[in-house]
């Protein structure tokens, strides 16, 4: 059953919603590493180490893993689903990305950050394509080393080479902990690329 459930979240987090939920709450689809082994999940299109699972956020960011049994029913996912995409997209609303420039001015990536663990969520979000699209193009290429902290790049001619040790160090000091997997996101989805670190290639 969990992975009907699973396979179930997966379709409905890629299709539009159909209208705006009146219910917020704590609850949310979370996107989080393998090493969690959250009861409920799906990995990320070509992914071994990322994934999406449904998990309760309390005041300070406390995370806590949803039972199947809690959102059985295509209603009970359906409203966290809409939860889940009105908290991400508010957030993302409210923060403005470091742009990364070169010596000419040309721009090279962009980092967002926060307290928030949702923040990671917020690339499954229609509107983070639509907003980073504008600085690098239809494709992008984004790593998600900790739940508060994204990396965005264009899909070509990129810094990403210049900056995997950041990245991977970020991964590893951070207390919560997603992925050191690149990930492409462009209209046709989101799907893992790559890992940043060589004892995963």
């Known amino acids: 059953m969990p992975y009907l459930l699973a396979a179930l979240l997966l379709i409905t987090l890629l299709t539009p919603p159909s209208g705006q939920a009146k219910e917020s709450g704590a609850p ?22 990322t994934l999406l699972y449904p998990a309760t956020v309390g005041p300070h960011g406390e995370v806590t893993p949803l039972e199947g049994s809690a959102w059985m029913t295509a209603s009970g996912w359906d409203r966290l689903v809409k939860r889940s995409r009105e908290s991400s997209a508010l957030l993302l609303s409210t923060l403005d990305p470091l742009l990364i420039r070169d010596r000419k ?29 504008a600085f690098f193009g239809p494709e992008l290429i984004v790593a998600v080393p900790t739940r508060n902290k994204i990396y965005v ?49």
């Open 28 to 49: 949310a689809i979370l996107l989080g590493g393998s090493f969690e082994h959250p009861p409920v999940h799906a990995f990320l299109q070509g992914s071994k180490k």
């Open 105 to 133: 001015g040309v721009l090279q990536m962009a980092v967002l950050t926060t307290d928030s663990p949702l923040l990671a969520t917020c690339i499954l979000s229609p509107g983070f394509l639509t907003r980073f699209s």
């Open 153 to 201: 790049f264009p899909k070509l001619a990129n810094r990403l080479p210049d900056m995997t040790q950041n990245i991977r160090d970020d991964y590893l000091i951070s207390a919560m902990p997603v992925s050191t997997e690149l990930l492409e996101i462009s209209k046709k989805g989101i799907k893992a690329i790559g890992n940043i670190d060589p004892s995963d290639r």
